[in-house]
């Protein structure tokens, strides 16, 4: 991996020259002075010294050893724009914790977006994001009906034995599915039950406040925010019957890219709102509701009636139980035949080396008298769930076939060209956990003015930036109590 980066980092195009902090100005470099930059930056106590150049190839560096695992073809660049500046910016807080005001000579000034661009110009690069990866794979073809078969409402009823209790809310209302395309997150308008909690606070309270704490949004027509009294108590009820907690799907899609903005950092949801928030949060959810026909192959004339949405959206609630991640596992089946199966955490879990033969058991077995045979399709993806004594093995839920469903410690050429017997593959050590993704939709987890602001700045001007507008927002809020 180190061999790939050190000359993704050389110097200058032949045919670009310029001058300042940005990738054009650097001069070529070789593998050792890499990762003397590297090793300079992260192994020092003082960051004050160092040039602009060793703190840019630094953090740039340290974001790719963080999102690779040695194969750089399945860098997200956006997810690695991230991670660079995220290690920018501890770089620049450590600089001003030191209490060194010093101007640009001393600075972190690197533009971020630049030398990510630079980098993945010379590494060539597959999926850039969660729903892509490399087409030209000699995937079986992939027709509207595969995915349809997927749809949660097409399989609940033939495994609900060995799945999660669940309630399908179907068909979802139009003007439901028009107010998760409107742009912004924004709670409905007084939602039902949860109004008796506003009754405490007065109006003049909460001027700029709906009753969610949300900010509410107001054009010049002063348009009222949408309101789904009847959805609401579909979902209190069933919030009811499943003991106080579920959590959220669409046909296809649950908004895990979204858990960060919940307040338990989950899926967990006690109120409507806590749904309503994840779902218009999350870009899992834009798919189903636009793209989940992309990947689909069309002939002739079908190409004409494209599907691009589903007859009925649904909302599915499915009881919530707190549940080990190092126990989650994805089956990959070709001809219905398992081909792989993968640890689904990117975490190190040492007690999975040792119960491995015994879970790999345990999930065939499953497979074979649950599943095999019985799904629409010959071909898919199936996640499942071994409870922590290890007496039951769960069905969790049905994916396609395809390039928009991760290979997770796979890659899909792997899976596809699969002969031998199936591989059961964990991480087996903390060094294969560091060198994999350990932070699954890194790129979701910030709102994309985060990313707009980052354009074209230095990391000292972003940090600088942001700092400025957190203080004004406390400023306000301070003047408002």
Same mark, same amino acid.
């Given at each position: 991996m180190f061999n790939v980066l050190a000359s993704a980092l050389k110097g200058r195009d032949d045919d670009e020259q310029g001058e300042g902090s940005g990738p054009n100005s650097d001069t070529e470099i070789d593998h050792e002075t890499v990762l003397n930059h590297h090793k300079k930056i992260y192994e020092s106590e003082e960051v004050t010294d160092h040039s602009e150049k060793e703190l840019g190839h630094a953090a740039a560096f340290e974001a790719f050893k963080k999102l690779s695992s040695g194969d750089l073809k399945g860098v997200d660049k956006q997810a690695l724009i991230s991670m660079a500046m995220q290690e920018g910016?501890?770089?620049?807080?450590?600089?001003?914790?030191?209490?060194?005001?010093?101007?640009?000579?001393?600075?972190?000034t690197i533009d971020i977006s630049s030398w990510v661009d630079f980098l993945l110009r010379s590494v060539p690069t597959g999926h850039q994001n969660s729903h892509t990866t490399n087409t030209t794979l000699p995937f079986p073809p992939l027709t509207e009906q595969h995915i349809l078969n997927c749809a949660f409402s097409s399989w609940y009823s033939n495994f609900r034995t060995v799945t999660l209790k669940s309630k399908i809310i179907r068909p979802?209302?139009?003007?439901?599915?028009?107010?998760?395309?409107?742009?912004?997150?924004?709670?409905?308008d007084r939602n039902y039950l949860e109004g008796s909690y506003n009754a405490e606070y007065s109006e003049d309270d909460d001027d700029d406040f709906n009753e969610a704490g949300v900010e509410s949004v107001e054009d010049d027509d002063e348009k009222p925010l949408p309101s789904f009294p009847g959805l609401e108590r579909r979902i209190w009820q069933t919030i009811e019957d499943f003991d106080g907690a579920i959590f959220p799907k669409l046909n296809w899609s649950s908004p895990k890219d979204a858990a960060w903005i919940s307040a338990t950092n989950t899926l967990k949801c006690t109120t409507p709102s806590d749904i309503f928030l994840l779902l218009k949060s999350s870009d899992f959810i834009a798919h189903d509701l636009d793209h989940a026909f992309d990947d689909c192959i069309y002939d002739g004339q079908e190409a004409t009636r494209r599907r691009r949405r589903p007859d009925a959206f649904e909302l599915v609630l499915r009881k919530w139980y707190d549940v080990a991640p190092s126990l989650e596992f994805r089956c990959f089946v070709r001809n219905d035949r398992i081909v792989g199966i993968s640890q689904r955490d990117p975490n190190f879990y040492? $007690? =999975? *080396?040792d119960i491995k033969e015994e879970l790999e058991t345990k999930i065939k077995n499953f497979f074979a008298t649950n599943?095999?045979?019985? $799904? =629409? *399709?010959?071909?898919?993806?199936?996640?499942t769930y071994v409870t922590r004594n290890r007496d039951r093995v769960w069905l969790i839920d049905f994916n396609p076939f395809g390039p928009m469903t991760d290979s997770l410690l796979y890659t899909w050429d792997e899976i596809l060209t699969a002969t031998e017997s199936p591989t059961f593959r964990i991480i087996t050590s903390q060094t294969e956990a560091n060198q994999s993704r350990s932070q699954p939709f890194v790129v979701n987890r910030y709102p994309r003015e985060v990313f707009d602001f980052s354009q074209n700045q230095t990391v000292a001007e972003f940090a600088e930036r942001f700092q400025r507008e957190l203080m004004i927002a406390g400023e306000e809020s301070s003047e408002e109590e």
């Amino acid at each position: 991996m180190f061999n790939v980066l050190a000359s993704a980092l050389k110097g200058r195009d032949d045919d670009e020259q310029g001058e300042g902090s940005g990738p054009n100005s650097d001069t070529e470099i070789d593998h050792e002075t890499v990762l003397n930059h590297h090793k300079k930056i992260y192994e020092s106590e003082e960051v004050t010294d160092h040039s602009e150049k060793e703190l840019g190839h630094a953090a740039a560096f340290e974001a790719f050893k963080k999102l690779s695992s040695g194969d750089l073809k399945g860098v997200d660049k956006q997810a690695l724009i991230s991670m660079a500046m995220q290690e920018g910016m501890k770089i620049w807080q450590k600089k001003k914790s030191s209490g060194d005001d010093s101007g640009d000579s001393k600075g972190i000034t690197i533009d971020i977006s630049s030398w990510v661009d630079f980098l993945l110009r010379s590494v060539p690069t597959g999926h850039q994001n969660s729903h892509t990866t490399n087409t030209t794979l000699p995937f079986p073809p992939l027709t509207e009906q595969h995915i349809l078969n997927c749809a949660f409402s097409s399989w609940y009823s033939n495994f609900r034995t060995v799945t999660l209790k669940s309630k399908i809310i179907r068909p979802l209302p139009e003007e439901f599915i028009e107010y998760l395309h409107a742009d912004g997150v924004f709670l409905p308008d007084r939602n039902y039950l949860e109004g008796s909690y506003n009754a405490e606070y007065s109006e003049d309270d909460d001027d700029d406040f709906n009753e969610a704490g949300v900010e509410s949004v107001e054009d010049d027509d002063e348009k009222p925010l949408p309101s789904f009294p009847g959805l609401e108590r579909r979902i209190w009820q069933t919030i009811e019957d499943f003991d106080g907690a579920i959590f959220p799907k669409l046909n296809w899609s649950s908004p895990k890219d979204a858990a960060w903005i919940s307040a338990t950092n989950t899926l967990k949801c006690t109120t409507p709102s806590d749904i309503f928030l994840l779902l218009k949060s999350s870009d899992f959810i834009a798919h189903d509701l636009d793209h989940a026909f992309d990947d689909c192959i069309y002939d002739g004339q079908e190409a004409t009636r494209r599907r691009r949405r589903p007859d009925a959206f649904e909302l599915v609630l499915r009881k919530w139980y707190d549940v080990a991640p190092s126990l989650e596992f994805r089956c990959f089946v070709r001809n219905d035949r398992i081909v792989g199966i993968s640890q689904r955490d990117p975490n190190f879990y040492p $007690f =999975l *080396n040792d119960i491995k033969e015994e879970l790999e058991t345990k999930i065939k077995n499953f497979f074979a008298t649950n599943i095999q045979n019985k $799904f =629409l *399709n010959n071909d898919y993806v199936f996640d499942t769930y071994v409870t922590r004594n290890r007496d039951r093995v769960w069905l969790i839920d049905f994916n396609p076939f395809g390039p928009m469903t991760d290979s997770l410690l796979y890659t899909w050429d792997e899976i596809l060209t699969a002969t031998e017997s199936p591989t059961f593959r964990i991480i087996t050590s903390q060094t294969e956990a560091n060198q994999s993704r350990s932070q699954p939709f890194v790129v979701n987890r910030y709102p994309r003015e985060v990313f707009d602001f980052s354009q074209n700045q230095t990391v000292a001007e972003f940090a600088e930036r942001f700092q400025r507008e957190l203080m004004i927002a406390g400023e306000e809020s301070s003047e408002e109590e």
